[in-house]
C-alpha cells in the first residue's frame, strides 16, 4: 500500500471541519456556524466552498519546526560542538536511511507537505539522532504515537483546537497502518514518523509558548515566548518515554493556569443552558429591596457560580422570576463578586456592579481563553524572588516561586499612555530622586501653562535648563516657542512635591518605564487606577522596598531615614531580581478563586481574533498535508 493510498482513505476525514478563517472573527456566512474554541470536536461540519487554499494562508511566527538562522545547522554534516552528525549509509536501517533520504530529498518532503525551513529544524534533530525514529520500531508504530494521539485530544482543555493539529488526520492513518498488517512501506512509515514529530513540536510549543505571537498582535507589549527547540523536546521524550509527561512539564508552572483551564470547562458547560438570565437596568439594589430585579440577580449570581447551590440555567424566563427578597445571604453573595471583579464591596448592585454581572457568560468565556494564552506567553518561574506587575489588577506583588511575599496597590497607565508590558531585571533603588520631565509631559502638559504664564513653574520645584544650563522661564518667550522645536529640558528637584516622590526602582529600559512613590495617594482608593503616563506608581513603596531589598541588607528604617536627609541616594541591589509587566483580566486570586478585570487597554478582542484565526490556518493547513 503506497503513502497515496493510505492517504487517500482517510482524504475524506482529513477535510472534515475546515473551515474559513473568517469564522474566528464574526464574519462567517450564515451556513457556516462560527467557531466555538470549547467546544472541539471531531465530528464538524464539511468545508464551505470559500475555504481558502493552503498557499493562500498565513501561518502564526511561532513554529518550533522553524529555528533562528543563527541557530540553524548544515544538514547533514556538523552539529554545534563540530561532531559528525552524518553516518554512512551501512550504519544506519532501512527505516533509518528512507527517513534521512526523505529529509534530504527536497521535492519528497515539500510533497509530504513540508517547508523548507521546517526541513532545517527536522535535519538537525534528526541527524543528532542518527535518524532513529520516534514513533516506530522495527518499522512497527509504538504505544508513544498513540499517547500523542490521546494528549493532543485534550487541547480543548487548553482553549486549543485538536484539528489545528490533524488529530483526526492522524488518527485515521495510524489506524490504517496497524489495520494493514505492516503492509505499508518505507517511505509510507518515514511520511508518517515524520508528520507526527511535527504534530508533536506544534502541540508542545503552543503549550509552552503560545499560538499568538504578541509583538505581532499587540502595540506597546514586548514579550518573545520561550519556544523549546525540537530535539530537545526529543530528548526530555526519549528520557522519560512519556508523551503526557513532557507536555505537562510544558504548561505554565503558574496556578493561574490550572484554575483558568477548571473555569474554562465551567463556562462551557453554563452556555449549554437554555436561557441567561440579566438584571434590567434601575436604580441602585440595596439590601432590603425587593422586585423581579433581586430575583435575576439571584439566578445570575446561580449562572456565575456564586451561589452554593448552582446547577445551571433552569430555562425559566425572566418574566417569569418571582420577586425575592435581597437578604444578607445575597448580599454576601454580591460582595464576593465585587471582590473578585476589582470593585468597591459594599454590597450594592450599582452602575458598575451590574454590568459586570450582565457581562456574557460568552464574553467571559473569551476572557478565559485569552488569558490562558497570556499565560503561555510567560516565562519559567525564576528560582529567586521576582516582582510582578499585573497592570490589568494594578497590582504589584514581590513572589518567590508560586507564593506572595508581599503585594501593594499601584497606579499604572492611561490607555492613552499604556504602560508597555515587557520583561526586565532591577538595578537599583534612588532615595530622594530628582524626575527629569518626560519631553511628552513638558511639550502637552508645561509648555502650554508656561505660555500662558511664564511664572507657572514657580513653587513646583522644576527647573528649566538649556544646553545643560539652568536658565530662567520668565526670561523666554514661551510663545515662541513650537512643541517640535522644544530645545529646553525641565528637571524637577528631590522633595515633597517630587513627582517621583520619596523613592523610585530602576530597571533602566528603552521604554523608560520604572517603579516610583508619588506625593498623591488619593487616586490609591479608586478601584480603577489607570492615570499615569505610563510609569507604576507604588502605594506603599518603602514596604515594598523593604521585601524587595531584603537580600541586599536595605531595611525600610535605612531607607526612611535616607528620605529625611533630603540627598539623592542610590542602594544597588546585590541580588539579581527580574520584574515582569503583565496584563491579565483573568486570573486566579491570592485565595485561589477565579478573578476578572476590566479590559482597560482593549487587548483581549485582537488576542481571540489571533488565537482562532491562527488556529483556524493550522487546521486548513494539516488538513491539506494528509
Not at 242 to 260: G, I, K, N, T
Amino acid at each position: 500500500m503506497s503513502h497515496k493510498s493510505i492517504c487517500a482513505t482517510v482524504l475524506a476525514a482529513s477535510l472534515i471541519g475546515m473551515s474559513s478563517p473568517s469564522s474566528a472573527t464574526g464574519n462567517a456566512t450564515s451556513s457556516v456556524p462560527p467557531i466555538d474554541p470549547l467546544n472541539f470536536n471531531e465530528n464538524a461540519a464539511s468545508p464551505p466552498a470559500d475555504t481558502p487554499s493552503p498557499e493562500d494562508l498565513v501561518l502564526p511566527d511561532i513554529d518550533p519546526l522553524v529555528l533562528p538562522e543563527s541557530e540553524l545547522q548544515v544538514p547533514g554534516l556538523t552539529g554545534p560542538a563540530g561532531q559528525v552528525l552524518d553516518p554512512t549509509l551501512s550504519e544506519l536501517s532501512e527505516l533509518e536511511q528512507t527517513i534521512r533520504d526523505l529529509i534530504f530529498s527536497e521535492d519528497e518532503i515539500k510533497s509530504a507537505g513540508f517547508s523548507s525551513r521546517q526541513v532545517d529544524a527536522l535535519a538537525e534533530a534528526y541527524s543528532l539522532r542518527n535518524f532513529r525514529p520516534v514513533w516506530f520500531e522495527d518499522q512497527s508504530l509504538t504505544p508513544l504515537a498513540n499517547r500523542l494521539i490521546d494528549e493532543i485530544r485534550k487541547a480543548p482543555t487548553h482553549g486549543l483546537d485538536p484539528q489545528a493539529y490533524g488529530v483526526r488526520q492522524l488518527a485515521s492513518i495510524l489506524d490504517v497502518m496497524e489495520a494493514s498488517n505492516a503492509t505499508a512501506t518505507l517511505r509510507e512509515i518515514a511520511v508518517v514518523e515524520l508528520q507526527l514529530t511535527r504534530v508533536f513540536a506544534s502541540y508542545g510549543a503552543h503549550l509552552a509558548g503560545g499560538v499568538v505571537r504578541p509583538t505581532k498582535v499587540l502595540k506597546n507589549v514586548f514579550i518573545t515566548p520561550q519556544v523549546p527547540k525540537l530535539n530537545d523536546m526529543l530528548t526530555q521524550l526519549e528520557e522519560t518515554r512519556s508523551v503526557e509527561q513532557l507536555f505537562a512539564s510544558l504548561e505554565p508552572e503558574a496556578p493561574s493556569y490550572d484554575l483558568l483551564k477548571d473555569q474554562l470547562a465551567r463556562y462551557n458547560d453554563a452556555l449549554t443552558s437554555d436561557y441567561p438570565v440579566y438584571i434590567e437596568d434601575g436604580p441602585s439594589i440595596r439590601p432590603g429591596d425587593t422586585g423581579a430585579r433581586i430575583s435575576q440577580l439571584e439566578k445570575r449570581l446561580q449562572a456565575e457560580g456564586y451561589a452554593p447551590y448552582y446547577s445551571g440555567y433552569s430555562g425559566t424566563s425572566e418574566q417569569d422570576v418571582a420577586p425575592a427578597y435581597y437578604n444578607d445571604d445575597m448580599v454576601a453573595l454580591v460582595k464576593s463578586f465585587q471582590k473578585r471583579h476589582g470593585l468597591s464591596v459594599d454590597g450594592v448592585v450599582g452602575k458598575k456592579t451590574r454590568a459586570a454581572l450582565n457581562a456574557s457568560l460568552t464574553d467571559r468565556r473569551d476572557q478565559i481563553l485569552v488569558n490562558l494564552e497570556r499565560m503561555r506567553w510567560d516565562d519559567p518561574l525564576p528560582s529567586g524572588r521576582y516582582v510582578k506587575v499585573n497592570v490589568a489588577e494594578q497590582i504589584v506583588r514581590v513572589m518567590e516561586g508560586t507564593d506572595v511575599l508581599y503585594e501593594t496597590r499601584t497606579v499604572v497607565g492611561k490607555p492613552r499612555h499604556a504602560t508597555p508590558l515587557f520583561s526586565d531585571t532591577f538595578e537599583y533603588a534612588e532615595i530622594n530622586p530628582t524626575w527629569g520631565v518626560p519631553w511628552s509631559i513638558a511639550t502637552n502638559e508645561y509648555l502650554p501653562k508656561l505660555r500662558k504664564n511664564a511664572s507657572a513653574l514657580s513653587g513646583s520645584g522644576i527647573n528649566v535648563y538649556k544646553n545643560g544650563r539652568r536658565v530662567d522661564p520668565t526670561a523666554i518667550n514661551w510663545n515662541a516657542v513650537s512643541k517640535r522645536r522644544f530645545g529646553y529640558q525641565l528637571r524637577q528637584k528631590a522633595g515633597r512635591k517630587n513627582a517621583l516622590g520619596a523613592v523610585k526602582y530602576m530597571f533602566p529600559n528603552k521604554h523608560n518605564i520604572y517603579l516610583h512613590d508619588t506625593p498623591s495617594k488619593r487616586l490609591f482608593n479608586k478601584d480603577q487606577r489607570a492615570f499615569s503616563h505610563g510609569c507604576i506608581r507604588v502605594q506603599d513603596p518603602f514596604t515594598f522596598g523593604e521585601v524587595l531589598l531584603s537580600g541586599s541588607g536595605h531595611s525600610r528604617a535605612k531607607m526612611e531615614k535616607l528620605r529625611a536627609r533630603g540627598k539623592t541616594v542610590r542602594l544597588k541591589l546585590k541580588e539579581t531580581v527580574p520584574v515582569h509587566l503583565r496584563y491579565y483580566t483573568a486570573f486566579a486570586g491570592n485565595d485561589g478563586e477565579l478573578q476578572f478585570r476590566e479590559d482597560i487597554y482593549k487587548q483581549d478582542k485582537a488576542i481571540l481574533e489571533a488565537l482562532l484565526t491562527s488556529q483556524d490556518a493550522f487546521k486548513i493547513k494539516m488538513a491539506s498535508t494528509y
